[in-house]
Nanobody, 123 residues
Framework: QVQLVESGGGSVQAGGSLRLSCAAS?????MGWFRQAPGKEREGVATISNDNTTSYADSVKGRFTISKDAAKNTLYLQMNSLKPEDTAMYYC????????????????????WGQGTQVTVSS
């Protein structure tokens, strides 16, 4: 079983930055960040595999950076140049399936989920 605990959400003005953290327990092969705004589907933001291959949603490329500290088993999401449309509940996710190629951005490929942390960006 994999347990995930997010932290680091909050409120920030447009153009600001936040860093999310996700402490993980258990073995995983890939991890990622997802977000869900009210009335919208949960969408993939950024994912990373154990060899540090990454995938990003087009909407966050160049602004968000996903990284992982293997020694601490902790996942991070550095979010810069935040926009009001980035406002959402952000979830950490992971899986331990064998991975071929880039880590997926589809929520259906992740079995383990954290409780979420709220990010609010005001204009």
């Amino acid at each position: 079983q994999v347990q995930l605990v997010e932290s680091g959400g909050g409120s920030v003005q447009a153009g600001g930055s936040l860093r999310l953290s996700c402490a993980a327990s258990g073995y995983t092969t890939y991890m990622g960040w997802f977000r869900q705004a009210p009335g919208k589907e949960r969408e993939g933001v950024a994912t990373i595999s154990n060899d540090n291959t990454t995938s990003y949603a087009d909407s966050v490329k160049g602004r968000f950076t996903i990284s992982k500290d293997a020694a601490k088993n902790t996942l991070y999401l550095q979010m810069n140049s935040l926009k009001p449309e980035d406002t959402a509940m952000y979830y950490c996710a992971a899986d331990r399936a064998v991975l071929h190629g880039r880590p997926p951005l589809s929520k259906w490929r992740f079995r383990y989920w954290g409780q979420g942390t709220q990010v609010t960006v005001s204009s």
